[in-house]
C-alpha cells in the first residue's frame, strides 16, 4: 500500500467514526428510547385489555340489556310494509281505543308523513265528541298502549256537558332499509 493509500484509508476511517458518533449513536439512542416507551405502552395496554376482561360480566349485562330495550321499543312501533299501511294501522288502534272508552270519533284526516332516514312519523288529527270523563279514559288508554302514540296538540271546547274537539295523534314506525 501506498502512503497516499493509506491516507485515504485514514480519512475514510475517521469519517466514518464521525458518522457513527454523530448520526449512528443518537439514532441508537433514539431507537432505544423508542423502545423503552413502546415497552410502556404495551404494559398500559395490557393493563386495559385484563380490567376490561375483568368486567366481562358487567359488558354482557349491559348488552343483555341493550338487547332488551331494543325489543322493548320494537314492540311500541307500527310495523308495516308501506307509509300507508303505517297510517291504517295507527287509524284502527285509535279507533279501537275510542270505542273502548266511550268517544265518538266523528272524522280523521287524512295522514301527514314525515320521514328521516329508516324513521317515518305519522301524524293523524280526529275530531272528537264525548263527556270529559270518556275523553280522560281515552287518553289513558293511549298512554297505556302496547304501541306508542303520542299526542301532538289539541283544541278541545266544551259545549253543553260534551267536550268536542280535534286532536292530532302521532305514532312512529321503522322503515325496513330497500334492498
Known sequence: MTAKEKKLIIIFTAIALLGILFKGIPFAYQQYQQGKLDILDLKDKKYKVNRLIGRKIFWKQEYD????????????????????LVAAKVQ?????????????????????????????????????????NNVIVFFN?????????????MSIYSNR???NGSITIIGFSKLKAPL
Open 92 to 132: 284502527l288502534v285509535i279507533k279501537r281505543l275510542a270505542k273502548q272508552s266511550g268517544v265518538n270519533i266523528e272524522s280523521i284526516g287524512l295522514a301527514e308523513f314525515k320521514q328521516s332516514n329508516t324513521w317515518l312519523l305519522v301524524s293523524l288529527t280526529i275530531n272528537v265528541r264525548a263527556n270529559a
Open 141 to 153: 288508554k293511549l298512554k297505556i298502549n302496547k304501541q306508542k302514540i303520542l299526542i301532538e296538540k
Open 65 to 84: 340489556k341493550s338487547i332488551q330495550q331494543q325489543n322493548s321499543l320494537k314492540q311500541k312501533l307500527f310495523i308495516a310494509k308501506s307509509n300507508e
Open 161 to 163: 256537558n260534551t267536550l
